[in-house]
């Protein structure tokens, strides 16, 4: 049988993505789509008590230990944007029962990995992803750095990817209990605390100048004493610290180190060294917050 060469199919094939591997992405597909299917069967079966969804809510951010870390703050364009943390999403999504959340490394190239973050509620049958690239470098003061050892891989596209599904799983969570959740946590840092409201501001104080951050500048970011501070100062101090734990900020993106001249000076050589030992005390200091 003659086959007419001209002779075009009537739905032409849709064209691979161009920067990701069609093939990973195929089988991932197929594999989420059956992974859906089971989790909205079971949502449907076992939906979600509103009521005590929402209590759980309350319960979860009078706990001091989720309201300490359910901030976050980011330096833009001369402002501070500030938001529900990673850590607050997660929990919520938890509370409120039937999502689904997740960070796929879709395929891997030479220096960069196409990534994707998604959020699903399985009850409401409502999904929102991102796909988004990221680079195997690390930004230094030196320059960028190629990351080349498998756990450093791992580390930059988790956090770049976190950042990512923060923002999936608050897409997906309905306006009110985030709200709820937002003012429940400054609730518990105001009045809810075992030691003097004072003595927390003093702690926080004293950490930020174990890095570097005297109290005058703390006063000039809160544009107030700080015998005068409240309770949404300290939250504020609370979703800096967050930020420069987490490495979305630097402690120079909220409090500025005082310039310095161009021109080389005696000692720079040495007060190199030093500062890069306090650099590294400065992280030790992160990873061990008190706050």
């Known amino acids: 049988m003659s086959v007419d060469p001209t002779n075009k199919p009537a739905f032409p094939a849709k064209p691979a993505p161009i920067g990701i591997n069609a093939g990973a992405v195929t089988i991932e597909s197929d594999r989420a789509v059956a992974e859906a299917q089971g989790r909205l069967a079971i949502a449907k079966r076992f939906p979600r008590d509103e009521t005590k969804a929402f209590q759980r ?9 989720l309201a300490e ?40 190239g030479d220096g960069y990995s196409e990534m994707e973050a998604w959020a699903s509620d399985d009850e409401a049958n409502v999904r929102t992803s991102q796909k988004f690239t990221v680079r195997h470098i690390r930004d230094t003061k030196g320059g960028s750095k190629e990351l080349r050892e498998e756990r450093d891989v791992y580390e930059i596209t988790a956090n770049m990817g976190g950042r990512r599904l923060r923002a999936r799983i608050l897409a997906v969570l309905p306006t009110h209990i985030k709200d709820e959740a937002i003012e429940q946590c400054k609730r518990t840092m105001a009045g809810k605390a075992e030691e003097p409201f004072a003595d927390r501001i003093n702690k926080a104080v004293a950490y930020f100048a174990r890095l570097g951050v005297t109290a005058d500048k703390i006063e000039k970011r809160v544009g107030r004493q700080i015998a005068e501070m409240t309770p949404d100062d300290l939250t504020d101090l609370r979703a800096v610290l967050n930020s420069l734990k987490d490495g979305a900020a630097k402690i120079d993106d909220f409090f500025p180190r005082q310039e310095v001249e161009a021109r080389p000076q005696p000692g720079d050589r040495m007060r190199g060294i030093v500062q890069a030992k306090q650099e590294e005390r400065d992280q030790v200091a992160y990873d061990s917050s008190p706050l």
């Open 57 to 65: 809510v309350v319960e979860a951010c009078s706990r001091m230990s």
């Open 69 to 108: 870390s359910a901030a976050y703050a980011y330096p833009r364009s001369g402002q501070t944007v500030t938001g529900p943390s990673i850590r607050l999403a997660e929990e919520l999504a938890r509370c409120w029962g039937n999502i689904s959340y997740g960070i796929t490394e879709l395929s891997r």
